[in-house]
T-cell receptor, first 116, second 109 residues
């Protein structure tokens, strides 16, 4: 069964603690992405990676870090520097076919992080 | 102008109604366009891609007007199960996407 898994579904942390969110895909997709969604808001891009051992900042990278050591995995660390970390975090992946073709993204079920 | 703008709704319609959503985008270089559906507290799921010639998938029809930078989604014969938030999505770069905030649809019996 191919897909994207994120764990855990719900996560609670105390303020000031770093936390790492897991994202794994077995779709053999080249690219992976992390988004944040706040209530009533659209998805905002945090980081993305198009190839192993390389990644780029998105629109709201401050306070976050990522790694891409394997094609299947793209963990996101929410650091204590992130001022408002409570949010719904979504991981996605896509094939990269080219600049003029559909590069639709497929999403994992998300992790709801609450910082107390 | 925001990158992708949508009317947030909610659109309240009875079962069987036809409803249309519109979306405008600011990046004239965008090449690919999509409609995603997001159920409450769930992940977005691809509903359909949008092509310049217009495309249809069952009760859903999507249209793209590149000159006006305008995308639409038409849902015919609405079902209760169509209740969700519909996200307008456009490409921003080589593989990145920009998401609108979504339009909420509520279909009532």
């Amino acid at each position: 069964d191919g897909g994207i898994t994120q764990s855990p579904k719900y996560l609670f942390r105390k303020e000031g603690q770093n936390v790492t969110l897991s994202c794994e895909q077995n779709l053999n997709h080249d690219a992976m992405y992390w988004y944040r969604q706040d209530p009533g808001q659209g998805l905002r891009l945090i980081y993305y990676s198009q190839i192993v051992n390389d990644f780029q900042k998105g629109d709201i990278a401050e306070g976050y870090s990522v790694s891409r050591e394997k094609k299947e995995s793209f963990p996101l660390t929410v650091t204590s520097a992130q001022k408002n970390p409570t949010a719904f975090y979504l991981c996605a992946s896509s094939i990269i076919r080219g600049p003029d073709t559909d590069n639709e993204q497929f999403f994992g079920p998300g992790t709801r992080l609450t910082v107390l | 102008r925001k990158e992708v703008e949508q009317d947030p709704g909610p659109f309240n319609v009875p079962e069987g109604a036809t409803v249309a959503f519109n979306c405008t985008y600011s990046n004239s270089a965008s090449q690919s366009f999509f409609w995603y559906r997001q159920d409450c507290r769930k992940e977005p799921k691809l509903l359909m891609s949008v092509y310049s010639s217009g495309n249809e998938d069952g009760r859903f029809t999507a249209q793209l007007n590149r000159a006006s930078q305008y995308i639409s989604l038409l849902i015919r014969d609405s079902k209760l199960s169509d209740s969700a938030t519909y996200l307008c999505v456009v490409t921003r770069g080589y593989s990145t996407l920009t998401f609108g905030k979504g339009t909420m649809l509520l279909v009532s019996p």
